[in-house]
Structures are given as C-alpha cells and as structure tokens.
C-alpha cells in the first residue's frame, strides 16, 4: 500500500486532534467539537468536510456488541492455497466477498497466504462455515484456526500520536 505524504503532510494540529476525537466518538456535536479541539463550530465544520472528501474519514458506523448478538465465537483463520494461479482463486475471493462470518481478511506474506477473523454463533456454526469454505472454494492446502479465549484488547483508532 502507498502512503501519500501529501495528504499526511496537509494535516495540521487541529486536523489530527479532530480526527483523534470522532474517531473516539463519532457522535460529537459541533460543538462538543469545538470544544475539544479549540476551534470554532464553523471552522470544526468546515475541517470535517474537507477531512471526509479527501478522504480520511472512510465511514462512520455503530460498533455493534457481538456477545449481545449471539455471535460469541471469534476465530483467526489461516488459509494457504494449494496453487497460486491468476484467475486461479477467483471462487475463494467471492467466497471472502459474500460471507458475512469473515469481518477481515488480510493476503499476507509467511506460512500462510490469508489471514481472516471469522464470527460465528458457536462451534458447530463455525465448524460448517469452514466446512462450506473448503467446499465452495477447492484447492486450498490447508485450514487453520485458533479460536479467541478471551480478548484483550480491542480498539478501532489508529495512533494519530505518532504522525507527529
């Protein structure tokens, strides 16, 4: 992935301060804003759109409880394929694409060619999804997951601290 310094340098102080702040809460008036960050609602305003159209604001969404839901079983999943052809892995990538269990997969270098976070209800629906899986996609060479324990740390804000 290419990291544009342009836009990296573009942001000031009061740029990363606001992204730092609705990204802890997206809910804040422009007013809570304002205060935060030490400036007017206006200019707070004015940032914020240009903040989103240059596209540092990708979405703004509820963060919703997976326990609450029903979905209390979280597993990281290592898939290697059995060959790498172009157009080859085409079923798996729709696979990856469609199914609402996989909330991130990562292509990655090392032991294995993917890295995904499957949800599930319990381990009987974990177990069929990654039946389906292999099923639906063929030519994997092998499946492995680790189910979470327990979690330790959890968090959707990226470290704005350090652009500094």
Do not use: W
Request: net charge neutral.
């Amino acid at each position: 992935m290419k990291v544009d310094m342009a836009s990296k340098e573009a942001l000031d102080q009061f740029d990363i301060r606001l992204l730092a702040a609705i990204q802890r809460n997206a809910e804040l008036t422009q007013a809570e804003l304002s205060q935060l960050v030490n400036l007017s609602a206006a200019q707070c305003s004015r940032r914020l759109d240009r903040l989103r159209s240059e596209g540092f604001v990708q979405n703004v969404v509820a963060i919703l409880n997976p326990e609450k839901l029903g979905l209390s079983v979280v597993a990281h999943t290592l898939v290697s394929l059995r060959a790498h052809t172009e157009g080859g892995n085409e079923q798996l990538h729709r696979f990856i694409e469609t199914s609402p269990e996989i909330l991130e997969c990562y292509s990655q270098t090392g032991e294995a060619d993917f890295l995904m976070k499957i949800v599930a209800s319990d381990l009987d629906h974990l177990s069929v999804f990654l039946e389906r899986m292999i099923k639906v996609t063929g030519g994997l060479a092998s499946v492995r997951s680790s189910i979470v324990l327990r979690t330790l740390k959890k968090s959707t804000e990226l470290p704005l601290q350090i652009m500094r």
